[in-house]
């Protein structure tokens, strides 16, 4: 059997400890942090490979509530681009600025065939596109309009724009607060909505960015302090 190094062995003896004050996820991210070190790797890596990339992205709404998506789409493609461009490793990594997608999708009345068309244009040129389909988006709870609960369903795709192949899929669901829902009122809706927004943004692009999985998603003390403003 293999020795444990010493890492290990403190990583295995603090996640005991911490079982007996921690939910099991947070046991466990706690327990990738100590043996791997800070950030785990991006479920698709190919942003991070070494040379120039430069990637476009797209969002688009197929959800049935036009009124509480609009507007949402783009500002979602946008948060996206700028975390990626923040936060993925790889110095010659160049996003699309989201102002030419925006023309691009206006010239064409924001109708288009598939994100390989948009990727593609002359204007745009990337040689990945990051298509995100917002299968549902909410901020009221369903059963109770006077509370606020964010939920979004997105399926995430990104193509590879010379060869057309799909590099990712993969289909996220947000739920804001995770646990209970906070009261809507003056003074929160807007900054619910702006902080609901950002958080669809960051999850969806941590799924091609390295992460410290301890910090990845503070929903709950940010819901937290929404509730305080009412």
Same mark, same amino acid.
């Given at each position: 059997?293999?020795?444990?190094?010493?890492?290990?062995?403190?990583?295995? +003896?603090?996640?005991?400890? +911490?079982?007996?004050?921690?939910?099991?996820?947070?046991? $466990?991210?706690?327990? $990738?942090?100590?043996?791997?070190?800070?950030?785990?790797?991006?479920?698709?890596?190919?942003? @991070?490979?070494?040379?120039?990339?430069?990637?476009?992205?797209?969002?688009?709404?197929?959800?049935?509530?036009?009124?509480? @998506?609009?507007?949402?789409? *783009?500002?979602?493609?946008?948060?996206?681009?700028?975390?990626?461009?923040?936060?993925? *490793?790889?110095?010659? #990594?160049? $996003?699309?600025?989201?102002?030419?997608?925006?023309?691009?999708?206006?010239?064409?009345?924001?109708?288009?065939?598939?994100?390989?068309?948009v990727?593609?244009?002359?204007?745009?040129?990337?040689?990945?596109v990051?298509?995100?389909?917002?299968?549902?988006?909410?901020?009221?709870?369903?059963?109770?309009?006077?509370?606020?609960?964010?939920?979004?369903?997105m399926?995430?795709?990104?193509?590879?724009?010379?060869?057309?192949e799909?590099?990712?899929?993969?289909?996220?669901?947000? $739920?804001?607060p995770?646990?209970?829902? %906070?009261?809507?009122?003056? +003074?929160?809706?807007?900054?619910?909505?702006?902080?609901?927004?950002?958080?669809?943004?960051s999850?969806?692009?941590?799924?091609?960015?390295?992460?410290?999985?301890?910090?990845?998603?503070? %929903?709950?003390a940010?819901? #937290?302090?929404?509730?305080?403003?009412?």
């Open positions: 059997m293999k020795k444990l190094s010493r890492r290990a062995l403190w990583a295995f +003896g603090l996640l005991a400890l +911490g079982t007996l004050l921690l939910p099991g996820c947070q046991a $466990v991210a706690g327990l $990738v942090y100590l043996i791997n070190g800070k950030d785990v790797k991006p479920e698709f890596m190919f942003l @991070t490979e070494k040379g120039p990339k430069t990637v476009a992205v797209v969002c688009r709404s197929l959800s049935a509530n036009q009124y509480e @998506t609009q507007n949402v789409p *783009r500002a979602i493609a946008k948060q996206v681009g700028d975390n990626l461009h923040a936060k993925v *490793r790889n110095k010659k #990594l160049k $996003v699309v600025e989201a102002t030419q997608v925006d023309a691009w999708l206006d010239n064409c009345d924001n109708i288009f065939n598939d994100f390989l068309e990727g593609r244009a002359k204007s745009i040129d990337a040689d990945y990051i298509g995100i389909e917002l299968l549902g988006f909410q901020l009221r709870d369903s059963h109770s309009p006077h509370l606020l609960q964010g939920k979004a369903r399926q995430v795709r990104a193509f590879d724009c010379k060869s057309g799909m590099v990712a899929n993969k289909t996220v669901n947000v $739920v804001y995770p646990s209970l829902p %906070i009261p809507a009122g003056p +003074g929160v809706d807007q900054p619910f909505k702006d902080q609901f927004v950002q958080i669809v943004s999850q969806i692009a941590l799924l091609f960015h390295h992460h410290d999985p301890n910090t990845a998603s503070p %929903i709950d940010d819901a #937290l302090e929404l509730h305080r403003l009412n």
